[in-house]
């Protein structure tokens, strides 16, 4: 019995995520998904709630024949102890998969098995190109799996997008209390 452990913002989900994912679903008995800095939203670089970005991750994943836990997981920092954090909060897993050099490095500290899986189409696949085009009105929906572009028009995600653009406050250093 292997449960996989996959983890990232998810700001938004694309077909990055998607195309590993389904990696891992070929070799795995469950996969434990993590939202990262899952308290983070309505900011430029982290748009979407965990709650979300949780829509985003199952929608797309409903054809995966495996258990899926999906899991937010908030912030610490405090990179030393951020492993015993994450582990603190999901099922417990046998590997990780990741390509992030920290978040590889820390868990192969605590000698947890990492694999870096292959990126897919990195240039155009990534979170910041895809909130980039949002908010510049480029094309951006063939990036991510239809669910995820559902869930975005479903709340309204591109306005959001673009109005928290807008604020002349940087939201990204300051919580909306301190932007008023
Ligand atoms: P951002 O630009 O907002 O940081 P991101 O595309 O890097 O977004 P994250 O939500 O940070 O995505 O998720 C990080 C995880 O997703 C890492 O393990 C990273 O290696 C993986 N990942 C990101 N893009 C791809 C891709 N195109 N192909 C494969 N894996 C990817
Ligand atoms: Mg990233």
Not at 13 to 19: A, L
Not at 75 to 93: E, Q, T
């Amino acid at each position: 019995m292997t449960r996989a452990f996959y983890i990232g913002r998810f700001q938004p989900y694309h077909n990055g995520h998607q195309y590993v994912l389904e990696q891992i679903a070929e070799t795995a008995d469950a996969i434990v998904i993590g939202v990262g800095s899952a308290q983070l939203s309505h900011e430029t670089e982290n748009p979407f709630t965990a709650g979300e970005r949780i829509l985003m991750i199952t929608g797309s994943l409903k054809h995966i024949r495996i258990p899926i836990y999906v899991i937010p997981i908030e912030d610490i920092k405090r990179n030393a102890l951020w492993v015993a954090h994450v582990r603190s909060m999901v099922p417990p897993f046998d590997i990780i998969y990741s390509s992030n050099p920290l978040v590889m490095r820390l868990f192969a500290e605590e000698s947890i098995p990492v694999l870096s899986p292959a990126m897919y189409e990195r240039e155009l696949h990534s979170g910041t190109e895809i909130r980039r085009r949002i908010l510049k009105g480029e094309d951006w929906e063939k990036l991510v799996p239809d669910a995820v572009a559902r869930v975005i028009s479903e709340i309204g995600g591109v306005e959001r997008i673009r109005q928290i653009a807008r604020n002349d406050c940087d939201l990204n250093d300051r919580p909306v209390d301190r932007c008023l």
